[in-house]
């Protein structure tokens, strides 16, 4: 990339493009973009609230599908308010430290998701191939360790990212061709080198989307080789429905990341970015509670001993 001019003013300001090219569908997408906030955030607290309060779900599966649901919660709420102000704006303007801010929470939360789909496949392994060692092998103290591990190592990765972007110079356009901060239109309003950055993104993409993915396979190859090994109908269909919930939710998620990040940069595709981001950053987060309590017995009775009136 050519060097910027000395002389060149520093942008204070972005604008996002949102989805103004399409400016019939703002108040159909304010309502749809609500709507799914409204039952993302309440799903998900109802989970928190139901795991917290309910000592039959103080179990590895449900510890990380508390931390889970609190991801869900940051990465919807990093995204989703800016989003319906623009949607109701006529010019869609996020400062520089909002936009980074933005940023550092959404990569925060997208990557700690990835990681901790790797945990919950490694639970789902023990506790249906060795399930005799599963509360040595599963111990809080691991589990804690574990959580740890994600939420830090997660943390510390978005901040490389964040804080790589604050070392390039943006002096010229200043529209986000997406609806939030995200790595790959930032790049490209760069006016200096920005190959650091796109190194650390491959590296990070390489770790995040392909290891942990093919950890996670590794995990669900294990799981379904043993549970074919079960000789009784009845005991193949509980095993399976143990980690079916998680294999839905793992494979939605995977698909829209592999679908907005692997691929270069230099052949970033706005409106390809944009469908994916609703698909990671909204519908997963909304769909995850509904997923994990429409096919969770024990997800269903808390509820239901918390909330008389529940009758899903």
């Known amino acids: 990339r050519p060097m910027a001019k000395r002389n060149q003013t520093q942008v204070t ?18 309502s749809c973009f609500l709507s799914l906030y409204v039952v993302a955030l309440t799903g998900n607290v109802l989970i928190i609230i ?22 869900d919660i940051i990465c919807t709420s990093s995204i989703l308010p800016k989003v319906l102000d623009g ?10 430290v909002s936009c980074l801010a933005q940023l550092y929470f959404l990569t925060w939360a997208l990557s700690s998701e990835l990681l901790l789909f790797t945990a919950m496949a490694y639970d789902r392994y023990v506790a249906i191939c060795h399930p005799l060692h599963y ?6 103290t691991l589990c804690s360790m574990l959580a740890a591990g994600v939420w830090g190592i997660c943390a510390f990765n978005s901040s490389i990212h964040t804080g790589l972007m604050t070392r390039l110079s943006f002096c010229g356009p200043n ?17 200096t080198s920005t190959y650091i950055n796109s190194v650390m993104t491959v590296l990070a993409d390489a770790f995040y989307g392909v290891f942990n993915f093919l950890l996670t396979l ?23 429905s143990t980690c079916s919930s998680h294999l839905i939710v793992a494979s ?22 944009k469908l994916a981001g609703v698909l990671y950053s909204v519908l997963s987060p909304t769909l995850n509670p509904l997923i994990y309590t429409l096919r ?17």
């Open 13 to 30: 300001e972005f604008i996002l493009q949102g989805f103004s090219e399409h400016p019939e569908l703002q108040i159909p997408l304010f």
């Open 50 to 71: 139901a795991i917290v309060l309910n000592t039959n779900l103080h179990s590895p599966m449900y510890f990380f599908l508390f931390n889970l649901a609190i991801m």
């Open 87 to 96: 949607l109701l704006s006529e010019k869609n303007i996020i400062s520089y």
């Open 135 to 140: 509360s040595t092998m599963m111990s809080k």
């Open 175 to 191: 529209v986000i061709t997406h609806f939030f901060c995200e790595i790959p239109p930032l790049l490209l309003l760069s006016c």
């Open 218 to 240: 590794v995990s669900y190859g294990f799981i379904i080789s043993s549970i074919l090994k079960i000789r009784s109908v009845e005991g193949k269909k509980k095993a399976f």
């Open 252 to 273: 939605m998620y995977y698909t829209a990341v592999f679908y907005a990040y692997i691929s270069p940069v230099a052949s970033y595709n706005p409106e390809k970015s």
């Open 296 to 312: 969770n017995k024990e997800v269903k009775q808390a509820l239901r001993k918390l909330f008389p009136f529940y009758r899903n």
